[in-house]
Each structure stands twice: as C-alpha cells, then as structure tokens.
C-alpha cells in the first residue's frame, strides 16, 4: 500500500477541529499525525511532526494562521491548505502571500475536503472551485496587494513556460494544463515545478495570481 498523507490539523474551535479529525481519519489513505488549537503551536507541532500537509485556519489565537502558514512554508515543514469561513477577505490574500498551497471554505463538504487534501499532497494548489476566478481576479486589483509585478520577470521564460504560466492563471489542475498543451501528466508537472523555481515562487497559486498581475 501507498504511504498514507500526514495531516497536521489547526482549528483553535474544539467541535470544529473534532469533526475534520474525524472526516479526516475516515479516509484509509489519509492519516492525523497532530492536532493544534492556535497558529503556535501549529508551527511547534509541524517542527516536530514533519507532516505532509497543515490544514491551517485563519483566524486563531496567539498566532494567526497567515503568520503561521508564512513560518511552516518558509522552513519547508509541509505544504498548507487554510481553511476560512470568508470566501474573500485580507487573510485569505495573506495566506496565498505567505505561501499558503490553497483555501477552502469551511462549509466545503467532506468529500470536497478529503479530495482538496488529495490534491495538495499531490503537489498541486487547490483554491475552492466556487470563488477560484473570482479570488484571484479579485487578489490582482484589491488594495491590500502588493505593487503590481514586475513585466520583465516575463523575459527570462521560454514560450512554453509563458504557456504553463497562462494555464496556472486560469486555475488549471496538471490533469487539465497537460490536455491544453497536449502533453504527459507528468512532463506538465515538471513544467510547473521549473517555472515556479524560475520566478522564485513558492505555489502554483502565486504563479496563478502573478499571470493574473501580468495579464497573461
């Protein structure tokens, strides 16, 4: 049998964090390797567990989960799904900053949940499919942004990666970027995995909002 994916679970609401454990531990290719009730200890515990994936909520005591996320994803302790009750707010767009690998809503239905875990443990970013354009659209133009990015980071790209980084814009899944530009799963992800070491990038979803900054 495969490996199981480790999931490090962050909700500082008891219930709450019962009920992913529980849809979690449901599923025979996924494993709880830790629980945390605030972004703190999310980072002691992903420092000592090594998960695969934190899913990460928002908004938590002593340390939020945007500062926690930006501290898991900048020691390379595990990717990080975060978990919101707001389809669009500044700590969504924070996460995304920080590194985050995607976001759901947290009224996502189990299957959905247990799919986006999937997803990401894969390699591959996953923002919640109801608000994918509308978040990164609305990621390109709100006020809490950066400045917009710089045009000339395109002219170190072959045209195959300007490409792959229109795919990643429109939100597309490797599967999907691969039936686009007619190729293997598996070269597409490697595709992927070059270009976001060539822009310096951490997800595939800040290549996705940095297509969107870029017009592309």
Known sequence: ?????????????SAVRAGLVLILGSA???????????????????RELRPDLV???????????????????????????VLTTFDLDEYVFGALRAGAA???????????LLEAVRTVARGEGLIAPAVTRRLIAEFATTSVREPTADPTVLDSLTRREREV?????????????????????????????RLLGKLELRSRVQAAVLAQELGI
């Not at 995607?102 to 959905?112: C, P, S, V």
């Open 1 to 13: 049998m495969s490996r199981s994916i480790r999931v490090l679970v962050a909700e500082d609401q």
């Open 28 to 46: 025979p290719d996924i494993e709880v390797a830790g629980e945390a009730a605030d972004g703190e200890q999310a980072v002691t515990l992903a």
């Open 55 to 81: 899913l990460m909520d928002v908004q938590m005591p002593r340390l939020d989960g945007v500062s926690a996320t930006r501290q898991v994803v900048a020691e390379g302790l595990a990717d990080v799904l």
């Open 102 to 112: 995607g976001f759901l809503l947290k009224n996502t239905e189990a299957k959905d």
């Open 165 to 193: 980084l229109s795919c990643l814009g429109e939100g597309l899944s490797n599967a999907a970027l691969a039936t686009r530009l007619d190729m293997a799963e598996a070269t597409a992800k490697t595709h992927v995995s």
